[in-house]
């Protein structure tokens, strides 16, 4: 008589995929029912510390009545990813202490109630201490005290409005920064101008994060040209002594200025860039020009930061922005790949009408001559569409060509056109610009995080590669030969690519790999080699892939070793399959790590951040990565080992 084990291994024998399709079912259910009803998928993004903590100090700068449950949620929050290790927040899950992150999360708590006594604020407090006090902290966290008067002004970079005067050749200017620093700067400078003090109704201030010691003011930025540096410090001290000086009705124009530059893009309910630090900046410029909460634009500004909440029966967080639009086309791709065409039609047909054609973006002024059709990251962000958004619903929407036939063809042509008349003078893309890449300006003093610029990347370009080989352009054409050249001297030695909006390298190469046999680059290429090998040679003895958020050192020493995730598992066997080693023992065990590892719900765990911000600065946990990612991965195995097929790139 068999057994149910002996039966188990009889079917296994009889299909060998069966396994991996019983996974892949499960997981596209488990997807599928995430799915909204009208088509389109968003998932919690979280960052650090940061964020939350910026939330509540923004009600107290307001001196909106205290929501006593709520900040109740988010001091649990709060508490709960403080590190047991250095007494501190970091900047990620188990990541190294941040001097900022931690004042703010300290200055947050103790305006919640904590008391500094507590064991969890003292550890926290030493730490700052230990690290140089409150004074070592960021440019942005500087601004933040002020705005408190928990910091002096004398401690933040001058910011003149008159900037947004200036004439576009001029070496400063806010067209040369990335949309990003645009929509934070542009409100600041009417506060660094005003300099208002929050209403604070509790008068809270963290007297005791200080050392005494003086208050660091100049570039602190590293890896930096010093003459640049130098330059712009002594710009800074001759700003600060001649501040009183310039004619009012300049400066008036000045404010005017910023004001109506905020007012055209605040986004509805959406807010300025979509971004909570834009938002969150624009409510207080609002504010501080005398403009009452019943004010239309501050009202809207107020209730586009409301919408980032998420708030559950224990704890609340406040997301630095939401994702639907990339994580319904990337799920989109794996509900194709699963063979859920219906919910990816769902998705296309949400998708389609949130494409930008009519708003000539602050992109425009680079590339006047571009027609519009991008889309956003976001709901709706009109002036910011971005390239790799872009180009993942393009491809999306090509795959479904055979089902839907011409329904979505304008839309593509219009998607496309838009990004290849952004590609940059070096053959590469940027995320939201062409051509920004003024490197010098990162010497600014207000610009410490190094992250002022939007430059072309590797994974931006290998997303539009893919983009243009799946609709049909030849590897020969002058833009495909020059993004081909720029993705090839982009090769780290090793032979891995550097990934500016995912971690890291593993999802640089992902990106890459895939471009390349889209585009006809064959895996006996030497830069494909390379990466495969290298690929190969990171994988974790458990059979998955892993790789931690500090690989973005500044010294590009390459990947960081950390715990498999099921995320960088599954790019790491994508970009793999692209390169055709369907068949490698690598492949083989990164799919059973897949399968092991798959939560009773279908879906993936996973609590470490493989999301990029601004390297070193700044990073993500996409909720919606392990979701779509691991499925897409199973998914195109199972159909290339059943259709013995090697020649696949992003979306094809």
């Given at each position: 008589?068999?057994?149910?084990?002996?039966?188990?291994?009889?079917?296994r024998?009889?299909?060998?995929?069966?396994?991996?399709?019983?996974a892949?079912?499960?997981?596209?259910?488990?997807l599928?029912?995430?799915?909204?009803d009208d088509?389109?998928?968003?998932?919690?993004?979280?960052?650090d510390a940061?964020?939350?903590?910026?939330?509540?100090l923004?009600?107290?700068?307001?001196g909106?009545?205290?929501?006593?449950?709520?900040?109740a949620k988010?001091?649990?929050?709060l508490?709960?990813?403080?590190?047991?290790?250095?007494?501190?927040?970091?900047?990620?899950?188990?990541?190294?202490f941040?001097?900022?992150?931690?004042?703010k999360?300290?200055?947050?708590?103790?305006m919640?109630?904590?008391d500094?006594g507590?064991?969890?604020?003292?550890?926290?407090?030493a730490?700052?201490?230990?690290?140089?006090?409150?004074?070592?902290?960021?440019?942005?966290?500087?601004i933040?005290?002020?705005?408190?008067g928990?910091?002096?002004w004398?401690?933040?970079?001058t910011?003149?409005?008159?900037?947004?005067?200036?004439p576009r050749?001029?070496?400063i200017?806010?067209?040369k920064?990335?949309?990003?620093?645009?929509t934070?700067?542009?409100?600041l400078?009417?506060l660094?101008?005003l300099?208002?003090?929050?209403?604070?109704?509790?008068?809270?201030?963290?007297?005791?994060?200080?050392?005494?010691?003086?208050?660091?003011?100049?570039?602190?930025?590293?890896?930096l040209?010093?003459?640049?540096?130098?330059?712009?410090?002594?710009?800074?001290?001759?700003?600060?002594?001649?501040?009183?000086?310039w004619?009012?009705?300049?400066r008036?124009?000045?404010?005017?200025?910023c004001?109506?530059?905020?007012t055209?893009?605040?986004n509805?309910?959406?807010g300025?860039?979509?971004?909570?630090?834009?938002?969150?900046?624009?409510?207080?410029?609002?504010?501080?020009?005398?403009?009452?909460?019943?004010?239309?634009?501050r009202?809207?500004?107020?209730?586009?930061?409301?919408?980032?909440?998420?708030?559950?029966?224990?704890e609340?967080?406040?997301?630095?922005?939401?994702?639907?639009?990339?994580?319904?086309?990337?799920?989109?791709?794996?509900?194709?790949?699963?063979?859920?065409?219906?919910?990816?039609?769902?998705a296309?047909?949400?998708?389609?009408?949130?494409?930008?054609?009519?708003?000539?973006?602050?992109?425009?002024?680079a590339r006047p001559?571009?027609?519009?059709g991008?889309?956003?990251?976001?709901?709706?962000?009109?002036?910011?569409p971005?390239l790799?958004?872009?180009?993942?619903?393009?491809?999306?929407?090509?795959?479904?060509?055979?089902?839907?036939?011409?329904?979505?063809?304008?839309?593509?042509?219009?998607?496309?056109d838009?990004?290849?008349?952004?590609?940059?003078?070096?053959?590469?893309?940027?995320a939201?610009?062409?051509?920004n890449?003024?490197?010098?300006?990162?010497?600014?003093?207000?610009?410490?995080?190094?992250?002022?610029?939007?430059?072309?990347t590797?994974?931006?370009?290998?997303?539009v590669?893919?983009?243009?080989a799946q609709?049909?352009?030849?590897?020969?054409s002058?833009?495909?030969?020059?993004?081909?050249?720029?993705?090839?001297?982009?090769q780290?030695a090793?032979?891995?690519?550097?990934?500016r909006?995912?971690v890291n390298?593993i999802?640089?190469?992902?990106s890459v790999?895939?471009?390349?046999?889209?585009?006809?680059?064959?895996?006996?290429?030497?830069?494909?080699?390379?990466a495969?090998?290298?690929?190969?040679?990171?994988?974790?003895?458990?059979g998955?892939?892993?790789?931690?958020?500090?690989?973005?050192?500044l010294?590009?020493?390459?990947?960081?070793?950390a715990?498999?995730t099921?995320?960088?598992?599954?790019?790491?066997?994508?970009?793999?399959?692209a390169?055709?080693e369907?068949?490698?023992?690598a492949?083989?065990r990164?799919?059973?790590w897949?399968?092991?590892?798959?939560?009773?719900?279908?879906l993936?765990?996973?609590?470490h951040?493989?999301?990029?911000?601004?390297?070193?600065?700044f990073?993500?946990?996409?909720?919606?990565?392990?979701?779509?990612?691991?499925?897409?991965a199973?998914?195109?195995?199972?159909n290339?080992?059943?259709?013995?097929?090697?020649?696949?790139?992003?979306g094809?």
């Open positions: 008589m068999s057994t149910v084990a002996d039966d188990a291994l009889a079917e024998a009889a299909d060998p995929l069966g396994p991996v399709d019983h892949v079912e499960r997981a596209a259910s488990a599928a029912s995430r799915q909204r088509g389109h998928w968003v998932f919690e993004l979280e960052a940061t964020i939350p903590a910026e939330y509540v923004l009600r107290h700068y307001l909106e009545p205290v929501d006593a449950v709520l900040e988010i001091g649990r929050y508490r709960r990813i403080q590190s047991a290790e250095h007494g501190g927040w970091g900047l990620f899950h188990a990541g190294a941040d001097v900022s992150a931690t004042v999360a300290y200055y947050a708590l103790k919640i109630g904590d500094p507590e064991p969890h604020m003292a550890r926290a407090r730490a700052v201490l230990a690290a140089g006090g409150a004074a070592a902290s960021n440019v942005f966290t500087r933040q005290l002020a705005l408190y928990a910091g002096p004398d401690a933040v970079p910011m003149p409005p008159e900037l947004i005067l200036a050749w001029f070496p200017h806010l067209s920064t990335s949309y990003w620093a645009r934070v700067v542009v409100p400078l009417v660094a101008t300099k208002p003090v929050a209403r604070n109704p509790r008068g809270v201030r963290v007297d005791e994060l200080y050392t005494g010691r003086p208050v660091r003011t100049g570039s602190k930025a590293a890896g040209k010093r003459s640049w540096t130098i330059a712009f410090n002594t710009l800074d001290h001759l700003l600060k002594a001649g501040d009183g000086l004619p009012k009705g300049m008036a124009r000045a404010i005017d200025r004001v109506a530059w905020v055209e893009r605040l509805g309910v959406d300025l860039g979509a971004i909570y630090p834009a938002m969150a900046n624009s409510v207080m410029m609002f504010d501080a020009l005398g403009h009452p909460p019943g004010h239309r634009a009202a809207m500004a107020r209730e586009s930061v409301e919408r980032l909440l998420v708030i559950r029966d224990d609340a967080y406040c997301q630095p922005c939401v994702s639907p639009v990339w994580d319904t086309a990337l799920a989109a791709h794996a509900m194709m790949e699963a063979g859920d065409d219906a919910a990816a039609d769902r296309l047909a949400w998708l389609k009408p949130r494409q930008v054609l009519d708003v000539a973006g602050d992109w425009a002024e001559a571009v027609r519009p991008g889309w956003a990251f976001q709901y709706r962000n009109d002036h910011y971005d790799d958004d872009t180009a993942v619903v393009v491809m999306a929407m090509d795959r479904a060509r055979g089902r839907l036939g011409t329904l979505n063809d304008e839309a593509i042509g219009r998607g496309a838009w990004t290849v008349g952004l590609q940059c003078s070096d053959g590469g893309w940027g939201f610009d062409a051509d890449s003024y490197h010098y300006l990162n010497n600014l003093p207000f610009a410490d995080h190094g992250a002022l610029l939007d430059p072309p590797a994974d931006v370009s290998a997303r590669v893919s983009m243009l609709l049909g352009e030849p590897q020969d002058p833009r495909m030969a020059a993004a081909l050249a720029y993705l090839e001297r982009e780290e090793e032979g891995s690519w550097f990934g909006w995912g390298y999802y640089g190469t992902w790999l895939c471009a390349l046999n889209a585009a006809g680059i064959g895996p006996e290429t030497p830069m494909v080699a390379k495969v090998a290298w690929l190969a040679a990171i994988q974790n003895d458990d998955g892939w892993g790789e931690d958020c500090e690989s973005y050192a010294d590009r020493t390459g990947h960081t070793s715990p498999s099921a995320s960088q598992t599954a790019w790491a066997l994508l970009g793999l399959m390169a055709g369907v068949e490698s023992p492949v083989a990164g799919i059973a897949l399968q092991a590892h798959q939560s009773d719900d279908g993936w765990g996973q609590e951040y493989t999301g990029g911000g601004f390297p070193r600065v990073y993500l946990r996409y909720h919606g990565y392990p979701a779509y990612f691991p499925l897409w199973m998914a195109r195995y199972r290339l080992k059943r259709s013995n097929g090697t020649r696949v790139g992003f094809m």
